[in-house]
Every structure is written in C-alpha cells, then in structure tokens.
C-alpha cells in the first residue's frame, strides 16, 4: 500500500510539471539565442532538479 502510494504520488507530480516541460521544448526551439529565455530554463532546471 505504502508503495503504491508513493507512486501514485510521483505520477501526480509529473503530470503537473508534464505541460510545462513540453511547452518550455516547443519554444526552446523558436527562441534557441534567447539569453533571458535561457536563465529561465535554467531556472526551471534547477528548481526541477531542487525538488
């Protein structure tokens, strides 16, 4: 029981952050030499990695 809810736990977090992954990959490829667009990837990175 306890493992399936930690699972269950951790889809819930990935579907959160799912849509914003994705759309941060689609505008990524618009907006590659971006300075500010990068630090904000980088940030979202580090709060991803942070978490």
Not at 19 to 27: A, G, I, N
């Amino acid at each position: 029981m306890d493992g399936a809810d930690k699972l269950k736990k951790q889809k819930g977090f990935s579907e959160i952050r799912k849509p914003e992954s994705v759309k941060t990959e689609r505008v990524s490829g618009n907006k590659k030499n971006n300075p500010s667009f990068k630090r904000l990837r980088h940030e979202i990175a580090d709060f991803i990695v942070n978490t």
